[in-house]
T-cell receptor, first 112, second 114 residues
Framework: DAGVTQSPTHLIKTRGQHVTLRCSPI?????VSWYQQVLGQGPQFIFQ???????GRGNFPDRFSARQFPNYSSELNVNALLLGDSALYLC???????????FGDGTRLSIL | AQSVTQLGSHVSVSEGALVLLRCNYS??????LFWYVQYPNQGLQLLLK??????LVKGINGFEAEFKKSETSFHLTKPSAHMSDAAEYFC????????????FGTGTKLQVIP
């Protein structure tokens, strides 16, 4: 079975631009979470979605938004990119809330 | 509020030696606790988790961890290190009961010396 897939794997943007990152969960998984991992640090929770509804939000500015589609895939959008947004963005899916999360390999976002 | 503290950002062990990675947590509610491993340029893989019940938890690749409520600790151990264990390890905590906002530690890079 396919794991969590994220696209693109790498992305280079400039300050002020916006970006959309995509995530396809494991088949049958209804919950998707997004994390930001800055180099040398642990992942930080951004959003969690379950059954297309936002169920949790971390301490990130409103420039960050996300949504989950009827097929349970998800997009993370970041507007007005800053240099500090450079990071590995990880998506994780789980069968439901409170279930172990399975991570994708991430999207490496570099801001110039 | 919840947090985890991983003691030691870098740990070096000889191949065949005991691996001990330390994690202390803080949580205002009964926690779920996790250890994840991350290899270069990859996502995180779950090694093991504690939810309720038995405090000694066995995971994949020969790793285990013991939940000690009195010490608020969840240290990761492996009796004999293998070269393939070289990676970064993250301790994480989430509130129990279904809400899954996971808080990660800053990670410990494990180096295995041949």
């Amino acid at each position: 079975d396919a794991g969590v897939t994220q696209s693109p794997t790498h992305l280079i943007k400039t300050r002020g631009q916006h970006v959309t990152l995509r995530c396809s969960p494991i088949s049958g998984h209804k919950s998707v979470s997004w994390y930001q991992q800055v180099l040398g640090q642990g992942p930080q929770f951004i959003f969690q979605y379950y059954e297309k509804e936002e169920r949790g939000r971390g301490n990130f500015p409103d420039r960050f938004s996300a949504r989950q589609f009827p097929n349970y895939s998800s997009e993370l959008n970041v507007n007005a990119l800053l240099l500090g947004d450079s990071a590995l963005y990880l998506c994780a899916s789980s069968l439901a809330l409170g279930q172990p999360q399975h991570f994708g390999d991430g999207t490496r976002l570099s801001i110039l | 509020a919840q947090s985890v503290t991983q003691l030691g950002s870098h740990v070096s062990v000889s191949e065949g030696a005991l691996v001990l990675l330390r994690c202390n947590y803080s949580s205002s509610v009964p926690p779920y606790l996790f250890w994840y491993v991350q290899y270069p340029n990859q996502g995180l893989q779950l090694l093991l988790k504690y939810t309720t019940g038995a405090t000694l938890v066995k995971g994949i690749n020969g790793f285990e961890a013991e939940f000690k409520k009195s010490e608020t600790s969840f240290h990761l151990t492996k009796p004999s290190a293998h070269m393939s264990d070289a990676a970064e390890y993250f301790c994480a905590v989430s509130p129990s009961g279904g809400y899954q906002k996971v808080t990660f530690g800053t990670g410990t890079k494990l180096q295995v010396i041949p």
